[in-house]
């Protein structure tokens, strides 16, 4: 199973853009990256997937180094409920059932 | 539409009773998983399903165990709970494919085993 490393933790300023790494070098070809959320006291969201290219949505994007090892996660401009822990877990078949989790990054934002 | 949705919220057990924590999604998804988030922690795969009928081991299945007899349903069971269990359990569901395969959390099940 690929395995991940994430920063513990991270600062931002609200308003500010905030760029979570991960890291992920033993991912296979066919492992989709996709990143989750946790808030406080709640189960964690999804928030964005890719395979290759970048990817946006409304939430954040997605950018992804060409050798597939290292994803980012951009907020473009945080808020004071961007404030969760940011996990990045890879996921592809015929593993999709073994998607386990690090302890994320733990994102926090100042006012 | 509910989502996914996990009974009981809240349950406290004293050391050596059984319990089973009951997941339900209505997406018709064939994935479905158990975890365990400790304080502090990042969640851990106790056990997982691939289709009604399946089931597989995690990375902490030991003293837990589930069944799938519904597509819908994925239960977890402890027969014998113990102060190390204590833990928020999360239930998650997804499609077949990582593609479309975004998973679907549960609010959580906070178990306290005195």
């Known amino acids: 199973d690929a395995k991940t490393t994430q920063p513990n933790s991270m600062e931002s300023n609200e308003e500010e853009p905030v760029h979570l790494p991960c890291n992920h070098s033993?991912?296979?070809?066919?492992?989709?990256i996709h990143w989750y959320r946790q808030l406080p006291s709640q189960g964690p969201e999804y928030v964005i997937h890719?395979?290759?290219s970048n990817v946006n949505n409304r939430m954040a994007s997605l950018a992804i180094a060409e050798d597939r090892k290292s994803s980012t996660l951009i907020l473009h401009r945080a808020t004071l409920r961007d404030a969760a822990v940011y996990y990045c877990?890879?996921?592809?078949?015929?593993?999709?059932?073994?998607?386990?989790f690090g302890d994320g990054t733990t994102l926090t934002v100042k006012p | 539409n509910a989502g996914v949705t996990q009974t009981p919220k809240f349950r406290v057990l004293k050391t050596g009773q059984s319990m089973t924590l009951l997941c339900a999604q209505d997406?018709?998804?064939?994935?479905m998983y158990w975890y365990r988030q400790d304080p502090g922690m990042g969640l851990r795969l106790i056990h997982y399903?691939?289709?009604?009928?399946?089931?597989a081991k995690g990375e902490v299945p030991d003293g837990y165990n589930v069944s799938r007899l519904k597509k819908q349903n994925f239960l977890l069971g402890l027969e014998s709970a113990a102060p190390s269990q204590t833990s928020v359990y999360f239930c998650?569901?997804?499609?077949?494919?990582?593609?479309?395969?975004?998973?679907?959390f549960g609010e959580g099940s906070r178990l306290t085993v005195l």
């Open positions: 399903s691939v289709g009604e009928g399946t089931t």
């Open positions: 998650a569901s997804s499609y077949l494919t990582p593609n479309t395969g975004e998973l679907f």
């Open positions: 890719g395979l290759t």
């Open positions: 877990i890879p996921r592809g078949t015929p593993n999709a059932g073994k998607s386990t």
């Open positions: 997406m018709n998804h064939e994935y």
């Open positions: 033993t991912i296979s070809g066919t492992d989709y």
